[in-house]
């Protein structure tokens, strides 16, 4: 499959995260515990038959993915806090600015280069969101920290990204998501440890609802999202790919009307012209061509 549209499925499946957490209606550590350990069991069905576990024998991989999993547990456990705690579209946009945080962190430690048509992108696509969601950030005081995490969330997210390339590029990437996913799981459960008083009550006790929403975030989000996002880390820009993360808001906010009744202000028209012109400008950063043969091992593992 073409990568760009491996890219556009990862990016409307990762945007449906928050629409299905708020539908869940649980616990954030329930939600994480269930959805992280259960896509952690079936990816190492595919490692038992595709990959080596030889890379766990170098010290220092232990250090990589020990760290990729605990900032993945940081950002998805402040990420669905934002999301329950605060609405839709403040937890978006608010988590829409992760692309400013891993481009500095990519500049500082990893030394790339910002281009004179990323840098418009980037442009664009803040102009749309601000357009969007004009009068939509609500910083009353039972949503302030609902904000702060949607906030903390963005961070996090921006190095959590930049420890997966990193990572990736020493440990098979099925191999890489089964720890990922199963060691952040239980930072999950060690977070209900501390939040609820029967914690096995609450892992046990979920409704059709949220097991059907925790069904949604394993195969969306989860699976279609993180794990093909992060194949494509290898061999593309990381700025180029979180810049166009800022496209999320569009597609979350459109399932949260329908879901919740989440009105967006009538001048979406503007908006929508600048996100295509941003997605214009993203689209041509890098040769196709190059990508596509650059990318053929990455997408021969993926099918």
Known sequence: MNPYWQYLISIFCLSQSANLVKWANAPVGVIGFWRLLLT?????TIVIQR?????LKVPKNW???LASSVFLFLHLFTYKYSAVHTSIANCMILFSLNPLSTA??????FKEKISGRLAIAYA???GALILLFQGKIQMGSEMWLGNLAGMASALLFSVYLLLCRATLKKVPQFLFHVFLYFAASLLFFGSLLVTESHVANSL?????????AIAGLILLPTLLGHTLFNSLLKKLNVSWMSCGKLVEPMFSSLIAFFL?????PPTAILPTYAHDASKFALSNIVDLNALQSNT????????
């Open 40 to 44: 952690s069991l079936i990816l190492l």
């Open 51 to 55: 990959e080596s576990a030889s890379a």
């Open 63 to 65: 250090i990589y993915l």
């Open 104 to 109: 500095l962190i990519s500049i500082l430690f």
């Open 124 to 126: 664009l696509a803040f």
């Open 204 to 212: 046990v006790s979920i409704s059709p609802r949220t097991a059907l």
């Open 260 to 264: 919740f009744q989440e009105v967006l």
């Open 296 to 303: 053929t091992g990455i997408v021969g593992n993926m099918g």
